[in-house]
């Protein structure tokens, strides 16, 4: 805040810096988890210079974040899970060529119900569900074990529990709040992304949201290519360059009628697609 970024040496040491002038003019700015030079500030000094930021694998707007080696997308039965929210996420990390990994968290609230239904629909998009719970330990073994060596960003609507997840997992000291009761919705209690090492694991708290945009236009025939268990289908349509939503002889609409492929990922794509046609069309405005 305030300018101000904590770096961290391989060491474990850390230093309180504060970016060059020149990355303002080039508009760029060190995000959590970049891997930066600098020059540590005297004893006197309050802070020292972040001096360059080494290239990125991949970089995040929302949440703002770099070289993140695994995505994972968490939701919860309460909160209810926000499913385009997560298909955008997905979108993201597909065109970032990024895994992500869906985390159900709260199984104790309804033993396994919500991550049942989810990965009856997103196992079949080559997306992993993990069953857990934060509070009485269900399925975070299997999580960890999974986390061993990545650079895994939690992300996902406020009050899911990304925080107590991390704190359950690598007893790091995230700090979590309560869900509002009438609205059973987060409160927001993580304002800032932070970057843990724990385990020989990074994990990065980011604060919930709950509206993500598609920022830069997307060329609507391109959307198709981040769902994988479309692509394997579209051989098969009658015509090509089809877009799966009003065409005849469609076989991904015939496989999300069948059941073949979910019906709500299906629906949920055809939205993304007409919100990706209307912002294309006006992409010179
Ligand atoms: N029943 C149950 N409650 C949980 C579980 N995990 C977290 N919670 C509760 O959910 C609420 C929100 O948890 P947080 O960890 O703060 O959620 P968050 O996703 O970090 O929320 P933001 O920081 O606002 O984005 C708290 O009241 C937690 O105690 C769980 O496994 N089971
Ligand atoms: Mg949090
Ligand atoms: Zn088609």
Not at 143 to 155: H, I, N, Q, V, W
Request: glycine share 8%; aromatic share 8%; net charge neutral.
């Amino acid at each position: 805040m305030g300018g101000l970024y904590t770096a961290r040496t391989d060491d474990g040491l850390e230093y309180v810096l504060r970016a060059k002038k020149k990355f303002r003019r080039q508009r760029v700015t060190p995000l959590v988890g970049d891997r930066v030079l600098f020059t540590p500030g005297e004893i006197s000094d309050e802070h020292g210079w972040v001096e360059e930021i080494l290239p990125r694998a991949n970089q995040f707007v929302r949440p703002p974040v770099a070289n993140v080696t695994l995505l994972c997308v968490t939701v919860s039965p309460v909160p209810e899970p926000d499913c385009l929210l997560v298909d955008k996420l997905l979108v993201f990390a597909q065109m970032q060529d990024l895994t992500a990994v869906l985390v159900v968290n709260k199984n104790d609230l309804d033993g396994g119900e919500t991550a049942a239904r989810l990965a009856a629909a997103y196992e079949r998009a080559g997306v992993k569900v993990f069953d857990v719970s934060a509070s009485s330990g269900w399925g975070l073994k299997e999580l960890k074990e999974r986390l061993r060596g990545e650079s895994a960003c939690f992300s996902g609507q406020s009050g899911v529990g990304k925080s107590s997840l991390l704190n359950a997992l690598f007893s790091v000291r995230a700090q979590t709040g309560e869900i509002s009761e009438k609205i059973s919705r987060g409160k927001n209690t993580t304002r800032h992304t932070e970057l843990f090492e724990a385990d020989g694991c990074r994990v990065y708290d980011t604060p919930g949201f709950s509206l993500l945009e598609i920022g830069e236009p997307l060329d609507p025939v391109m959307v198709q290519e981040w769902y994988p268990e479309m692509r394997s289908l579209r051989d098969q349509c009658r015509f090509e360059g089809c877009c799966h939503v009003s065409e005849p002889g469609c076989a991904v609409r015939e496989a999300a009628q069948k059941g073949n492929i979910d019906m709500g990922r299906y629906t949920r794509y055809t939205i993304l697609l007409e919100d990706a046609r209307e912002v294309w069309k006006n992409r010179y405005r």
